[in-house]
């Protein structure tokens, strides 16, 4: 069975769960409730957990642990108690922001946690213009010349690591050239690999870059050239979406 498969394995159960326990939540002082995770995301299996963020007034107590992972009908739930005022003067990284760019808003009475969220996790375009100069600069960086570097010091394994480094900044080129806010690591290669516009054969040559049959430099070159195939197709859409060649790309990071 596929991920396709198990991700709704129980998640009808689970929203259930998370309700349930998200209801008794609905007191003075809690501004709203949001669902995180998997069952934001329309999926849940034996590896889920219910994440939940209650937003409250800062003067409010609500007589329960800031944070704790607690067993509920048979379920794991992992809460967090914020302060609303806080969290709406605070800067969001951008983890933070993928993973409210997700949520489920169970408990907003006066609309103020949708009005958070859409002005916290909005992708500003420099931003997105940096996600591209960023991810095609070091890529080409990590992919020709610092692995280059290692086999000059006669170190393949730090060579091979710079092929790793690389394929990290490449999909973060991705996320910015599809108007994407990045994911965590754990969600880093299954999404990027249904982003809407990916180079030809992606999927493939994916594969040939994490592949490593052996700590060799013809192997590392194998890697290598894989990569450089997928940001030879990047470049062009990069230079137009940033309004400038690549060369001046290099100047600014």
Known sequence: MGFEELKAEKLAE??????????????????????????????????????????????????????????FKGFKIDYEITNYEDKLKSEWDIVERWAFSKAKVFYDPQGKIKALIDMKVRLKEEERRWMIIEGMTQSEWYCNYCSESWIYRNDVLSAHRSINLALEYLMKALFGL???????????????QRLKWLPRGFNEKLKEILLIREF??????????????????????????????????????
Not at 20 to 25: C, D, Q, T
Not at 178 to 192: A, F, G, H, I, R
């Open 14 to 71: 689970a929203i259930s769960v998370a309700e349930e326990f998200a209801s008794k939540l609905k007191r003075k002082g809690v501004v709203g409730i949001v669902f995180l995770g998997g069952i934001a995301r329309g999926y849940f299996d034996k590896f889920s957990d219910i994440d939940i963020i209650i937003f409250k007034e800062k003067k409010a107590e609500l007589g329960m642990r800031r944070e704790d992972e607690i067993e």
């Open 178 to 192: 599809n108007n994407q806010l990045l994911p965590s690591e754990k969600w880093l290669m299954y999404l990027v």
């Open 216 to 253: 060799s430099i013809k192997e590392l070159q194998r890697r290598r050239n894989a990569l450089n195939y997928l940001w030879k197709q990047m470049l062009p859409r990069a230079e137009k979406e940033v309004g400038m060649r690549f060369d001046e790309f290099k100047r600014l990071v």
